[in-house]
């Protein structure tokens, strides 16, 4: 169970009243520390020798927790369904709103994401600033709304023509492939990007997408050139599923959406599972489950990465989450587009991506849900950049569907130890 938390608040939210856990402004300032991703395990007897890129300048410096809401179990109802399993989120800055995509498969409602308002005037956040306005529902190429468990949309970015682009993990368990399509805000198809053929499920369960474990991540680079998505884990020709003492070689996906194809696939090497479960059998996962484009090109990206272990003790709540934000750079990054499996390849020759430690949110010492969405909003009172971060809460009443606000600085820094 999750602890109580300092102070409980209830506001009405969107002609619904709802309880909330909230902290003032927290003051808590992180120091950004550089970490080198290296390449999945290797035995000693065969050592690695990567040619490392040379450490990049951190650009996101004086990361500020502004506030934090949260809404117990499954407390929040809009347009007669039920809100949870918020896996993303985007910004829509001509409008001040967000929009949050639920990644129920059709299965409690039809597949949908919500518009919202986070009040971010003041110097604090806390539930009385969040306001959900309605639900879209989703509809396939046909007009028809997307039938129970035919998806699993997860990630989410709106692009310069007010269309939203949803990515969906798909299901290798049934031999449901993974899709990066265009919707209106109505929620009608418009268009669909080619998923490479190594991404695509196989019934002898050999190669493409992991189950539950594809395209996690959504998001658009500031000039709307480039879509950006990524694998959770690795493919299954790639390597192994993140454990306690392995790590997992994710594939990050660039698009061009003016040419409407994919550009480039790199390496992200996940964190091993953090904590282990209790008991030591228990369920465990770990993985890249979110990214937000900093640069035009299509090079610098905040990452999140999240960490659960079934019944660990340890954090604050004892909830088995550990999550972890980093800024990660591809600019010496290898393009593996033209390699269909890692398993089969000197991986010596691959660079991965590189990886700056922005946050372990464990030091925050505060409950975590199983946060998995990630968006800039508008500038702060205090005129840093504003950070948003979601949780999904598996429609679970054991959990909580959370907000974090964060402010941070922008403007290249020279990292410490680097001439």
């Not at 390449?39 to 927790?65: C, D, F, G, K, M």
């Not at 960490?307 to 604050?316: D, H, L, M, R, Y």
């Not at 971060?389 to 569907?401: E, G, K, Y």
Request: proline content about 7%; glycine content about 8%; some cysteine.
């Amino acid at each position: 169970m999750i602890q109580p938390i300092a102070q409980i608040i209830t506001k009405p939210i969107a002609q619904h009243c709802h309880r909330g856990r909230w902290f003032p402004k927290l003051g808590v300032v992180v120091a950004s520390s550089f970490y080198w991703a290296f390449p999945w395990t290797i035995p000693l007897s065969s050592p690695l020798t990567l040619t490392q890129p040379a450490q990049a300048q951190a650009t996101v410096h004086n990361l500020e927790l502004m506030g934090e809401a949260s809404f117990p179990g499954r407390s929040l109802e809009i347009d007669g369904t039920e809100v949870g399993g918020l896996s993303g989120i985007t910004y829509d800055a001509n409008n001040n709103l967000f929009f949050a995509i639920s990644d129920d498969r059709s299965e409690k409602a039809p597949a949908r994401f919500y518009t919202m308002e986070l009040d971010l005037s003041q110097d604090s956040f806390g539930p009385e600033q969040v306001y959900f306005q309605n639900a879209s529902l989703l509809r396939r190429d046909n007009g028809d709304l997307f039938p129970i468990l035919s998806l699993d949309p997860e990630g989410i970015g709106l692009s310069n023509q007010g269309t939203l682009w949803i990515s969906s993990e798909g299901d290798a368990s049934r031999g449901i492939a993974p899709f990066v399509n265009e919707f209106r805000q109505g929620g009608e198809f418009l268009r669909s990007l080619p998923i490479p053929d190594k991404l695509l499920p196989d019934a002898a369960n050999q190669r493409g997408i992991g189950n539950n474990l594809a395209l996690e991540s959504l998001t658009l680079t500031p000039n709307h050139r480039y879509l950006v998505t990524a694998t959770e884990n690795a493919l299954l020709q790639d390597g192994p599923e993140a454990s306690l003492t392995e790590s997992s070689p994710s594939r990050i996906l660039k698009y061009d959406l003016v040419d409407e194809e994919w550009v480039g696939e790199y390496v992200y090497q996940t964190d091993p599972v953090v904590l282990p479960p209790n008991p030591p059998d228990g369920f465990t996962a770990a993985g890249l489950v979110e990214l937000v484009a900093l640069d035009n090109e299509g090079e610098r990206f905040l990452a999140l990465e999240r960490s659960f272990s079934a019944g660990a003790k340890g954090t604050a709540g004892n909830t088995g989450l550990t999550v972890r934000l980093y800024e990660i750079s591809l600019a010496e990054a290898t393009d593996v587009t033209a390699i269909d499996s890692l398993k089969t390849t000197d991986v010596t020759r691959i660079i991965p991506a590189e990886k700056n430690l922005l946050l372990d949110l464990s030091s925050l010492e505060i409950p975590l849900d199983n946060l998995e969405g990630l968006a800039l909003g508008p500038k702060l009172p205090n005129g840093q950049q504003s950070l948003i971060m979601v949780s999904d809460n598996n429609f679970s009443d054991r959990q909580f569907t959370q907000i974090l606000v964060f402010g941070f600085d922008r403007g290249f820094k020279q990292l410490q130890g680097t001439p």
